[in-house]
């Protein structure tokens, strides 16, 4: 079985300062991880996947995350806050069940970009 | 299609009453989950199709949930008999075999409201 826990129900950053939103993981099998964000009223984009290749994991909009197997975590970062990086952020986990395959999502950071 | 479209965007049902929510996925992905998102909540799995054959349906809350993909690509969820409790946003993903590496593309959500 694998789970997700996002530390942080809300994170309130100014803009221009650094971001960083948090999450472990547990899986039974070596996971692939990804980070989605969710505008409000708009569909999950992916922002990043981490698939073994390597650990630190560049995505979209300057995000970049880090897996470490160690602490189980794959915490997402952004060096600079936008405003338009406010938004809903899911941490989420692919592993295998007995279908083949499923994601499961952490309980969602809410990020709150102050002028 | 370019991305993964659900219809109807909104959906306003009365107590009791039965509704259909579409998904066309993109052209070719072999793989397509339904996901189920209450206010305030990360995305819950609901069900999982590979082409036609529906592999797993273990998130579907009650019987009242069906749904199917008779031609492997087109999905219709269907929620019978709706309750207050089904009102949330139910999400539409697809992947294509390599889903690791190419992750999965979700669609915009119809937003269903029981009242």
């Known amino acids: 079985a694998q789970s997700v826990t996002q530390l942080d129900s809300h994170v309130s950053v100014s803009e221009g300062t650094p971001v960083l939103l948090r999450c472990n993981y547990s899986s039974s099998y070596s996971p692939s991880l990804f980070w989605y964000v969710q505008h409000p009223n708009k569909g999950l984009q992916l922002l990043l996947k981490?698939?073994?290749?390597?650990?630190l994991v560049k995505g979209i909009n300057g995000f970049e995350a880090e897996f470490k197997k160690s602490e189980t975590s794959f915490h997402l970062t952004k060096p600079s806050a936008h405003m338009s990086d406010a938004a809903e952020y899911f941490c989420?986990?692919?592993?295998?069940?007995?279908?083949?395959?499923?994601?499961?999502f952490g309980g969602g950071t809410r990020l709150m970009v102050k002028p | 299609g370019a991305g993964v479209s659900q219809s109807p965007r909104y959906k306003v049902a009365k107590r009791g009453q039965d509704v259909a929510l579409r998904c066309d996925p993109i052209?070719?992905?072999?793989?397509l989950f339904w996901y189920q998102q209450a206010l305030g909540q990360g995305p819950e799995f609901l069900t999982y199709f590979q082409n036609e054959a529906q592999l797993d349906k273990s998130g579907l809350p009650s019987d009242r949930f069906f749904a199917e993909r008779p031609e492997g690509s087109v999905s219709t969820l269907k929620i019978q008999r709706t309750q207050q409790e089904d009102s949330a946003v139910y999400l539409c993903a697809s992947s294509p075999r390599d889903r690791v590496n190419y992750g999965y593309t979700f669609g915009s959500g119809t937003r269903l409201t029981v009242v």
């Open positions: 981490y698939t073994s290749a390597a650990t």
């Open positions: 989420v986990v692919l592993g295998l069940n007995n279908a083949g395959n499923m994601l499961t």
């Open positions: 052209s070719g992905h072999v793989s």
